[in-house]
């Protein structure tokens, strides 16, 4: 089970039902701020909109525990996108890597081997 607030949880998992994939950050209180998602396919992929990122980020950067995106219809692992676009903050321990679905919330993190490992 992961360590968030049940009340973090419960939000998290809602917004997967959305039918495009949903993606942002979790703040250090447990609640989370949802970011553009300006995929040209967001049904099964995401990515947040620098623009947005460029002025949200700043604001609440130290506060930040986690980034976090939804499967709506996929499996709680990472994709072979997702593989390819692991963030750098996530890869460094800086921030958690969580991925959402309808019904948990899993963190992952990269092996010495580059591979997803879920934490937990
Ligand atoms: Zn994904």
Same mark, same amino acid.
């Given at each position: 089970?992961?360590?968030?607030?049940?009340?973090?949880?419960? $939000?998290?998992?809602?917004?997967?039902?959305?039918?495009?994939?949903?993606?942002?950050?979790?703040?250090?209180?447990?609640?989370?701020?949802?970011?553009?998602?300006?995929?040209?396919?967001?049904?099964?992929? #995401?990515?947040?909109?620098?623009?947005?990122?460029?002025?949200?980020?700043?604001?609440?950067?130290?506060?930040?525990?986690?980034?976090?995106?939804?499967?709506?219809?996929?499996?709680?692992?990472?994709?072979?996108?997702?593989?390819?676009?692991?963030?750098?903050?996530?890869?460094?321990?800086?921030?958690? #890597?969580?991925?959402?679905?309808?019904?948990?919330?899993?963190?992952?993190?990269?092996?010495?081997? $580059?591979?997803?490992?879920?934490?937990?």
């Amino acid at each position: 089970m992961i360590d968030l607030p049940a009340n973090t949880i419960h $939000g998290l998992v809602a917004l997967a039902n959305s039918i495009q994939e949903i993606c942002g950050y979790v703040l250090d209180d447990g609640s989370f701020i949802v970011m553009p998602n300006i995929s040209d396919a967001p049904m099964d992929s #995401y990515e947040v909109n620098p623009e947005s990122q460029g002025w949200i980020l700043p604001m609440v950067w130290e506060r930040v525990v986690a980034m976090f995106h939804t499967h709506p219809r996929g499996i709680c692992w990472p994709s072979d996108e997702d593989m390819r676009n692991w963030p750098p903050a996530a890869s460094e321990g800086g921030a958690r #890597y969580f991925i959402v679905t309808a019904r948990e919330v899993r963190e992952f993190r990269l092996d010495e081997d $580059g591979k997803p490992k879920p934490v937990g």
